[in-house]
């Protein structure tokens, strides 16, 4: 039997036939030792009724927003569940969940819910294939929800082929899978530096760059998800996270953010640098505010030490170095160079070549370039999504 203890899963069911096969599933859920609050729309209510579910979860059924009891309140649904499961997920409620459009209750679920995704769809084998249903699909997956894949076989309508809802058992096997993973880094401490470096010109001005934080608190967030500690190093970010396992170190320049890292490097097992370092900060800041005088103004820069190359010095046997390279030419040559220069263990290289990747937009598309010389491709995802990717390749296969 699978695990699943204490976990709050919300069932919420489309209207397809295979509607039946979650009354299964609820039963499973329950006998697993989940609390499932189901969810049916309109049209999955003549497939099966709500008493039938509540019957199997000792709870009340929703089948809309507003009912003559009041409001639902999607918004805490979202937040009480620690995993949303759509199953069976019609080719109408994907594309609908694809598409942000929010008229049943499942969609308003599931745009506020903060807790994992899992879509099992269930349609026709055409319905299935059409390209707009695999754009769907391709568009959550970008989003950083998780596919419980189509079984293949017999369909309702008597043709054969894709499109079949997973089988319960497998949904529940899943799920039970997914929560073990998510202690997978107990016992892990990261160092993670994030965000921008501001090096003073002089009480008013600084020296900055464009970066936003989001990829390195996206990776945080992440790693705390998954049963991990985390010292956060942040650069001048307008993000503030805040999760259990979190530290959150707050720096403004390069040499605030090398003192912070080189002081957290020896309690953790994996140093991550996912700032970006001012290159040089000006010579001197000028203590009171610089007055407007001549035509032109030389600053004189002078060099900021390297984070990661000196994280690379003293790292030790059983501590792993993860850097980024940020490149908007021959990305690939750089970032080995990077790799071998700074003795990283992996380099995550995303280019500004790509639409879509690099600062302040939420989603990124990066290779990651391992000492061993395997290189690791990746789609353009959410930063969230992205983030378990660098999380698989360097901290959970690497192990
Ligand atoms: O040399 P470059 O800045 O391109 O190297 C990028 C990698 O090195 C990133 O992981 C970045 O966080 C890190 N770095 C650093 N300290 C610096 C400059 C870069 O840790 N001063």
């Not at 107990?186 to 008013?204: F, H, M, R, S």
């Not at 391992?370 to 999504?385: C, I, P, R, T």
Request: aromatic fraction near 6%; include cysteine; hydrophobic fraction near 45%.
């Amino acid at each position: 039997m699978q695990q699943l203890t204490g976990k709050k899963i919300i069932l919420g069911v489309s209207g397809s036939i295979a509607a039946y096969k979650a009354v299964l599933l609820t039963r499973l859920l329950v006998q697993a030792g989940a609390e499932v609050q189901v969810l049916l729309t309109p049209a999955a209510t003549h497939f099966v009724t709500p008493l039938t579910f509540s019957t199997l979860s000792k709870r009340p059924v929703f089948t809309e927003v507003t009912s003559d009891e009041g409001w639902n309140n999607h918004v805490e649904l979202g937040l009480w569940a620690d995993a949303l499961v759509v199953a069976p997920a019609t080719a109408n409620t994907l594309a609908k969940l694809a598409n942000g459009i929010c008229d049943n209750i499942i969609a308003a679920v599931y745009l506020s819910a903060r807790c994992p995704v899992f879509v099992a769809p269930a349609m026709d084998v055409d319905m299935w294939h059409h390209p707009s249903t695999q754009a769907n699909v391709q568009r959550l997956l970008a989003y950083g929800n998780h596919l419980i894949p189509v079984g293949e076989g017999e369909l309702a309508s008597g043709l054969h082929g894709a499109g079949r809802l997973a089988e319960p058992e497998h949904i529940t096997t899943a799920l039970a899978a997914y929560f073990d993973r998510q202690s997978d880094l107990k016992g892990q401490k990261i160092l993670i530096t994030a965000g921008p470096t501001y090096e003073a010109i002089d009480p008013v001005r600084f020296l900055g760059n464009r970066s936003s934080g989001k990829m390195g608190v996206a990776l945080a967030e992440a790693i705390c998800a998954r049963g991990g500690e985390v010292v956060l190093v942040l650069g001048p970010s307008a993000l503030r996270p805040q999760m259990p396992g979190l530290e959150v170190v707050r720096v403004e320049s390069a040499q605030e953010m090398y003192t912070a890292a080189l002081a957290a490097f020896p309690q953790c097992h994996t140093a991550i640098l996912a700032a970006a370092v001012a290159d040089y900060r000006p010579a001197t800041a000028a203590a009171e505010k610089i007055k407007k005088k001549g035509d032109t103004l030389t600053l004189e820069l002078v060099k900021n030490p390297d984070i990661a190359a000196a994280l690379g010095q003293q790292k030790q046997p059983h501590q792993r170095l993860v850097g980024f390279a940020l490149e908007t030419h021959e990305g690939e040559a750089h970032a080995r160079e990077k790799l071998r220069r700074k003795h990283l263990d992996f380099i995550v290289l995303n280019t500004l070549q790509d639409s879509g990747a690099g600062f302040a937009v939420d989603t990124n598309k990066v290779t990651i370039f391992g000492a061993d010389n395997k290189v690791h491709y990746f789609e353009l995802k959410s930063k969230q999504a992205v983030a378990q990717d660098i999380i698989n390749t360097t901290l959970v296969s690497a192990t």
